[in-house]
C-alpha cells in the first residue's frame, strides 16, 4: 500500500510528489496523458520582466527533482473512481487496475468550459487548450487560418502563442449569445476580463503606458467607443463588437458567419458576411475537474471567483475527509505558479501525519502557506479579480463542516 | 518526412530535435508519425481531421479538448474501440480505425403509429376500446 496516491502530474502534483519524497513517503504519481506536466506544458508566454515562462522547461525542472528523488510516476492511467475503505485506506480504481494508499491528493487540475456555436461538432473546430497543446506539444499546426471565438485571459495569451509559432490567426471574436454562451457574448463583460491582461500585450497597450495608465487606456476602450476595425494586440484584431452565429462546412470547417453586435451583444440586421477559415478555436475559459472529488463524497461549493464548483478545502489542502487532499486548479483557477506553491503545501500537511518528531515540519508547512499567499498577489495573470475573497470563503466553508 | 503542419522552428522553443518515424494504418492507409506523437497529432501532421462519425448520424468529428476530458476522438486501435486518439501514444505498426456509424436496434420503426404525447395515448386507447 502506498503512502499517498497523487492524480494528476502537473504542476501541483508534481511539488507535492516532490515534497512527499523529500520526507521518504512510498508515492504514486498517475496521470492520463502521455507525458507529465499537465496544463504546465503548453504554458509559453513573455513575463513583464521580459522572461519567457516556457511550461515545457519548467515541467522539466519538476521532472528532474522528482526523478533524483526516484519519485514513481506512470503516465497513461486513468484514474476513474475513488473509493474509501476505512480511515486512511483508499482504492484507487485505474485502466490498469486498482491501486492501494493510505492518503490521496486529487490534483486534476482544470477542463475548459464549452461556449457552442452551432457548427461546433465540424472537425477543425477545437478548444483554444486543444490548439495550444497540439502547437507547444506535438508541434502540428492545426490550420493554415483561423478564428478564436471568445476573448479572455486564456484566449489572449493563447492567441499570442499560435502567432509565434507562426500559426496564422484572422482574429479573435466573441460568440453570438445564446442561451450557453450568455457571458462569453456580452461586450461589456468580456471588456473586464480583457482589462485585467492589458499589461501583457507588448505593443499595441504599452504605447499607451505602463501599468499605470492602463486603466486609462481601458477606458479609452470602453464598448460604446470600440473601434470597428477591433483593438489590435500583437497585430492581430481583437472585435468585441462582432460575433460568430455559425461556423459552416460540409465535412469540415469552412468558414464562419460573423455579424456586428450592439454592446449588448444584440445582432445588428444587414451586418452578416462570411470569413473563410480552416480552424476555429473555442475559449470559454477554464473551470475546476473535480469529478474524482464528487464521487469519493467530498462536499463541494459553487464560488464563482474560483471558477465554479469546487471541493471544500482549507489551506492546508485537507479537506473535510481524513487523509484526503487537493492542490492546484481543482482548488480554484490560478496560474500554474500558484498551484505548484499548493502542491508544496499539500505534500507537507501529508508528510506532516506520517513524520514523527520532526517539529520544523509544522514551521515549513506555515512558510509554504505564506509562499501561496505570495505567489497569488504577484502573479501576472489574474484569472479572476477577486480571488482571495474566494479563496476565504472556500476557508470558511471548510471550518463550518468540520466543526458542525 | 516532412511537411509543413509540423512547427519545426519555433522562435523561443527551438528547433524540433529528430525523432523515429514510426509507421501506421488509419483506416487502411499508411501514414507516418514520430515516437512520442499521439495518434490526433500524427494524423493531423497528415492533414487528417476526421476521426470518426457520430455513432447515429454519421456526422464527422475531430478533436476538440485535445487532453482526454471530451471524448470526441474515439476511435478503434488494434481492435479495442473507444480509445482516445488524443491520450494515446502512436506505436509502429498500430493499426487505427475511425469510429463508424452503429446499428440502432432500438430505433421506432413504427414512427406514424406511435403517440407522440398523453392526450394521443389516451386518444389512441380509447379508439381500440372502442374497437373491441
Redesign the interface.
Same mark, same amino acid.
Given at each position: 500500500m502506498y503512502d499517498v496516491i497523487i492524480v494528476g502530474a502537473g504542476p501541483a502534483g508534481l511539488s507535492a510528489a516532490i515534497t512527499c519524497r523529500e520526507w521518504d513517503l512510498h508515492v504514486l504519481v498517475i496521470d492520463?496523458?502521455?507525458k507529465p506536466g499537465g496544463?504546465l506544458l503548453g504554458q509559453?508566454h513573455e513575463e513583464p520582466n521580459g522572461e519567457?515562462w516556457?511550461g515545457?522547461e519548467e515541467t522539466k525542472q519538476l521532472m528532474d527533482k522528482a526523478e533524483s528523488l526516484n519519485t514513481d510516476i506512470r503516465c497513461?492511467i486513468?484514474a476513474h473512481h475513488l473509493e474509501k475503505v476505512k480511515d486512511h485506506h483508499f482504492i484507487v480504481h485505474t485502466n490498469k487496475g486498482n491501486f492501494e494508499a493510505k492518503n490521496l491528493l486529487i490534483a486534476t487540475g482544470a477542463?475548459?468550459t464549452a461556449a457552442p456555436v452551432p457548427g461546433w461538432?465540424?472537425?477543425?473546430?477545437?478548444?483554444i487548450?486543444?490548439?495550444q497543446?497540439?502547437?507547444?506539444v506535438? @508541434?502540428? @499546426?492545426?490550420g493554415e487560418k483561423g478564428i478564436v471565438i471568445g476573448v479572455n485571459v486564456l484566449s489572449a495569451a493563447i492567441a499570442r502563442e499560435l502567432q509565434?509559432?507562426?500559426?496564422n490567426l484572422h482574429s479573435m471574436m466573441l460568440p453570438a449569445m445564446n442561451s450557453v454562451t450568455k457571458e462569453h457574448a456580452h461586450p461589456k463583460k468580456v471588456m473586464d476580463g480583457l482589462s485585467r491582461i492589458a499589461h501583457l500585450a507588448p505593443s499595441a497597450f504599452l504605447r499607451f503606458g505602463s501599468r499605470f495608465t492602463k486603466s486609462d487606456f481601458v477606458r479609452k476602450l470602453a464598448t460604446q467607443f470600440y473601434p470597428k476595425s477591433g483593438v489590435k494586440m500583437w497585430g492581430m484584431p481583437i472585435h468585441l463588437r462582432k460575433a460568430v452565429t455559425e461556423i459552416n462546412g460540409k465535412? @469540415?470547417v469552412e468558414s464562419v458567419t460573423v455579424f456586428d453586435i450592439t454592446a449588448d451583444g444584440k445582432l445588428i440586421k444587414g451586418t452578416e458576411r462570411r470569413i473563410e477559415v480552416d480552424f476555429v478555436c473555442i475559449a470559454g475559459g477554464l473551470y475546476p475537474?473535480a469529478e474524482l472529488a464528487a464521487v469519493i463524497g467530498l462536499p463541494f461549493q459553487y464560488l464563482e471567483e474560483l471558477g465554479g464548483h469546487v471541493p471544500v478545502h482549507n489551506k492546508k489542502m485537507e479537506t473535510p475527509i481524513d487523509g484526503v487532499y487537493v492542490a492546484g486548479n481543482i482548488t480554484g483557477i490560478e496560474s500554474a505558479k500558484v498551484a505548484r506553491a499548493q502542491g508544496t503545501v499539500a505534500g507537507l500537511s501529508i508528510a506532516k501525519k506520517h513524520v514523527d518528531g520532526k517539529a520544523d515540519l509544522d514551521y515549513r508547512l506555515l512558510k509554504a502557506i505564506e509562499q501561496v499567499k505570495t505567489i497569488r498577489n504577484e502573479a501576472t495573470i489574474q484569472f479572476h479579480p477577486h480571488i482571495s475573497e474566494g479563496r476565504e470563503k472556500i476557508e470558511q466553508a471548510f471550518r463550518r463542516i468540520v466543526h458542525s | 518526412m516532412t511537411n509543413?503542419?509540423?512547427?519545426?522552428d519555433?522562435?523561443?522553443?527551438g528547433k524540433?530535435s529528430d525523432r523515429k518515424e514510426i509507421t501506421f494504418t488509419y483506416d487502411g492507409q499508411t501514414y507516418t508519425g514520430y515516437e512520442?506523437?499521439?495518434i490526433?497529432?500524427a494524423l493531423?501532421?497528415n492533414g487528417v @481531421?476526421?476521426?470518426r462519425v457520430?455513432e447515429e448520424s454519421g456526422?464527422?468529428?475531430?478533436?476538440?479538448?485535445?487532453?482526454?476530458?471530451?471524448f470526441?476522438c474515439r476511435v478503434t486501435v488494434n481492435n479495442e474501440t473507444g480509445v482516445r486518439a488524443?491520450?494515446?501514444?502512436i506505436k509502429d505498426q498500430m493499426v487505427v480505425e475511425s469510429g463508424r456509424v452503429l446499428p440502432s436496434p432500438l430505433a421506432s420503426t413504427e414512427h406514424d403509429t406511435l403517440p407522440r404525447t398523453y392526450a394521443e395515448f389516451v386518444k389512441q386507447q380509447e379508439e381500440e376500446k372502442g374497437e373491441v
Open positions: 492520463e496523458f502521455v496544463r509559453l519567457w516556457n515545457i497513461g486513468s477542463a475548459e461538432t465540424l472537425p477543425g473546430v477545437m478548444s487548450g486543444a490548439a497543446v497540439m502547437t507547444n506535438h @508541434r502540428v @499546426r492545426v509565434l509559432a507562426g500559426v465535412d @469540415r475537474l | 509543413n503542419r509540423r512547427i519545426v519555433h522562435p523561443v522553443l524540433l512520442g506523437d499521439t490526433a497529432s493531423l501532421a @481531421r476526421t476521426l457520430h456526422k464527422p468529428r475531430g478533436i476538440y479538448c485535445n487532453i482526454g476530458h471530451c470526441e488524443c491520450l494515446t501514444e
